[in-house]
């Protein structure tokens, strides 16, 4: 990759290409030649006045002064002048310096015969050379080896002498090559000459595999749509291989299950590979080679030769047919209007036209929002017999009605007249609740559809738990060692089952306080009054009876800072050391505390001047490398580093020891936290130089004052090349400043800076 320079190269020593080309150079342009006294042997300039290339040199008079002189002028050719050779003559153009033309001739002159025949002799003479005629000859060709035949020839024969060659009988033996290992030698190819002989045979060994070698192979659908859909070969070798079948132009193939279906928009566009049997339909023979589809028939349809048959029992859409069985209809079926027979079915208009007069209930009335209209602008549409039941207490008309009681029409269009209309009062309140069965109101009630199933008769029964949330009646099945489980079914309890604390609402399991069996035996069951009491559980759910009593015996408890009582000793060993004589003495009276496990204890605190025994070094792996010498007496504690096995291969997560200032504790820091700190001490990155002159303050770039310790490369960003220009760094304040012989732009170059020493 070349340099790239942004500014003049002012090199102080010899440059050394090392054999390669200056590409791209520029001599330098100057209007005047440098004075002889600045000037050195062999520079070189381009005088733009002269339009000339100069070399300085020692000589450039003849007379041993030096000077600048045109390149060219005391070296290389100066003047052209031609000598003809014996057969050459060079004969030049007028000119014989400066752009000189030479043109070479044969100076041959003519000699005997016609300029066709001619050829140029030694004594540089155009001549037509003789020679003798050589005799008649005899030519034999006698073949041997794999030729054979003789014929012979005169050199100098008047008419043409076939001369025939014939081949000689070749023995040959034919062997039958064996296979071995499944492995066989067959021809590759035959080399032959241009004359048809064979030159070279080339063999080529073929391993064939063994029978246990065959691949299987099951298959499924894969995909679904058109370019991904089609047929996957599962191997017993371990592969997948999908074939994928895609239909081109408006053809699609899509994939359902084991099946695809290929959908063309165009008529006869594309050709049947595959037939396979729809809905319906099955299918005889393969579905590539005449494959034959036929009608399934069906429950009262046979599929025939010629036609495909119906039995009675499918219904028909004309003539007289007897129907069983229940039959659903999703739209309205229209019948005559009148029935003829009782058998009939009647229309909606003969029952309307027969029910005129009579009761028909059109539903419930909510009294609270009057919906539907019944007392304002009740509809024209209302006949006599009409009622609506009331589902929601409120006033019709002036008349407070609850919910159950039947509102009657008793006129066709009674309009909003009180007395065209007639309450019934159904006299029942809405069903209250209460502690006892006097206490409770009877009336209408609703039911949680969540727990209870109502029929239209109004029957109401309990759903049977069936697990969950769900609430109910327990559902039958139950019997000893059987329970109710989640999911609503008595079973017999399996694997491990975690009973519930129980509490005074939760049934569950309890812990007894204490695995001692009681000796004595258990009082009657008494019938007096203030003797029974409730189980309860403790802070350890252990099971608990709070038996209150009077007793006269003193009850102590467990002693407190505060409460006179009862402790335990933390231990039971007598002790034979004489106890201390009571001290007087400030600062040796220790206070009587519990521990966890409420023995008594005194802490008494005190300094043991009695030395370290023995210290051995740690072989923790985490606390490896403390020396300890010696191990007794006084011991000198050390951190050993060199003994420590050296870290070969350096991992990021590796920690050093480190004090942490800010927080006046020693802590661990990784390489790479440690290496990423580093990094961002000592080095600084900066994408703008522009313009002609750049600068990056210490303040930018935070790597000192001192400029000169800091180390600058200019990157191209686009390629990552080197690229050199004036770089000043000040000693003093940290400036760093690029200057560029032209203008650059900003992100086109980047600067990278590096801090070697403080």
């Known amino acids: 990759m070349a340099l790239n320079f942004l500014t003049g190269l002012d090199v102080q020593g010899n440059i050394d290409l090392n054999k390669k080309e200056l590409q791209n150079a520029v001599i330098q342009n100057l209007a005047t030649d440098p004075s002889v006294g600045s000037s050195i042997v062999g520079q070189i300039i381009f005088n733009t006045t002269d339009d000339t290339l100069k070399q300085f040199v020692d000589d450039a008079d003849g007379a041993g002064n030096p000077g600048w002189i045109e390149v060219g002028t005391t070296s290389g050719v100066e003047t052209v002048d031609t000598t003809d050779g014996t057969y050459i003559n060079l004969t030049p153009n007028t000119a014989t310096t400066g752009d000189v033309t030479i043109t070479a001739d044969l100076s041959a002159v003519n000699g005997t015969s016609v300029a066709g025949t001619r050829f140029l002799s030694k004594d540089n003479t155009w001549d037509v050379p003789s020679f003798t005629a050589p005799g008649n000859g005899i030519l034999t060709v006698q073949g041997s080896g794999v030729l054979g035949g003789t014929g012979t020839f005169s050199a100098n024969q008047s008419g043409n002498t076939t001369i025939s060659v014939t081949h000689d009988n070749v023995s040959r033996t034919d062997t039958a090559s064996s296979v071995t290992n499944n492995t066989f030698s067959v021809i590759d190819s035959v080399s032959q000459s241009a004359q048809g002989h064979v030159t070279a045979v080339n063999l ?14 099951e298959l499924f659908g894969v995909g679904s749509t058109n370019g991904t859909a089609g047929i996957q070969l599962d191997g017993n070798d371990g592969t997948l291989d999908n074939v994928l079948i895609v239909g081109a132009g408006t053809s699609s193939v899509v994939r359902t299950a084991n099946t695809l279906t290929v959908t063309s928009n165009d008529q006869y566009d594309g050709t049947v590979t595959s037939v396979i049997a729809g809905t319906g339909m099955t299918q005889s023979g393969t579905s590539t080679v005449n494959p034959t589809l036929n009608v399934i028939g069906g429950t009262g349809i046979t599929a025939n030769a010629n036609n495909i048959d119906v039995n009675s029992t499918v219904v028909r859409t004309s003539g007289n047919q007897t129907i069983a069985g229940t039959k659903t209809f999703t739209s309205n079926v229209v019948i005559p209007v009148t029935p003829t027979i009782n058998a009939h079915a009647a229309s909606k208009q003969y029952v309307d036209q027969s029910n005129v007069g009579q009761s028909i209930f059109q539903g419930g009335y909510n009294a609270a929002t009057n919906t539907p209209d019944l007392d304002t602008s009740p509809s024209t549409a209302i006949k006599n017999g009409w009622f609506w039941a009331v589902t929601d207490v409120g006033d019709f008309f002036s008349e407070e009605v609850q919910p159950g009681d039947l509102i009657y029409a008793n006129q066709d269009n009674p309009g909003a007249t009180f007395s065209n209309w007639t309450v019934v009062q159904s006299g029942q309140d ?10 409770t109101t009877k009336g209408i009630a609703g039911f949680n559809s969540a727990h209870f199933n109502v029929t239209a008769n109004g029957f109401v029964s309990s759903d049977i738990y069936g697990g969950g949330s769900s609430l109910g009646i327990v559902p039958s099945g139950g019997a000893a060692g059987k329970y109710l489980n989640g999911a609503g079914a008595w079973a017999i309890p399996t694997g491990t089952y975690v009973l519930p604390e129980a509490t005074s609402t939760v049934r569950g399991g309890i812990e007894l306080f204490s695995n001692t069996d009681q000796s004595v035996a258990a009082n009657s069951v008494s019938s007096t009054a203030s003797r029974t009491y409730g189980s309860q559980l403790n802070s350890a759910g252990q099971l608990v009876v709070n038996v209150p009593w009077t007793d006269t015996i003193t009850t102590y408890n467990m002693m407190t800072a505060t409460v006179l009582g009862l402790g335990k000793l933390e231990d039971n060993t007598v002790q034979s050391v004489v106890a201390n004589s009571v001290s007087a003495t400030g600062g040796r009276t220790y206070g009587i505390q519990r521990n966890s496990s409420n023995q008594l204890v005194v802490n008494v605190p005190w300094t043991d001047s009695t030395p370290v025994d023995s210290v051995d070094a740690s072989t923790q792996n985490d606390l490896l490398g403390i020396n300890v010498s010696p191990t007794t007496g006084n011991v000198k504690v050390g951190l050993n580093i060199s003994s420590l096995t050296s870290l070969t291969a350096l991992q990021s997560a590796d920690a050093l020891a480190i004090y942490d200032d800010s927080a006046s504790t020693n802590k661990k820091v990784s390489v ?29 770039h935070g790597l000192g004052t001192n400029a000169n310790r800091i180390m600058v490369e200019l990157i191209e960003e686009s390629t990552g090349a080197t690229v050199y220009t004036d770089v000043t760094r000040s000693k003093t304040t940290g400036l760093i400043t690029f200057t560029f012989a032209s203008s650059q732009t900003a992100g086109k170059y980047r600067a990278l800076l590096t801090k070697v020493s403080a």
């Open 430 to 439: 809405i069903a209250g609740q209460g502690a006892s069965d006097g206490a």
């Open 672 to 700: 790479a936290n440690l290496s990423t700190a580093v990094i961002e001490q000592t080095t600084f990155t900066n994408l703008n130089p522009v313009g002609t002159s750049y600068t990056i303050t210490a303040a930018t």
């Open 204 to 217: 080529k060994t073929v391993t064939v595999p063994d029978n246990n070698d065959d691949t299987t192979y």
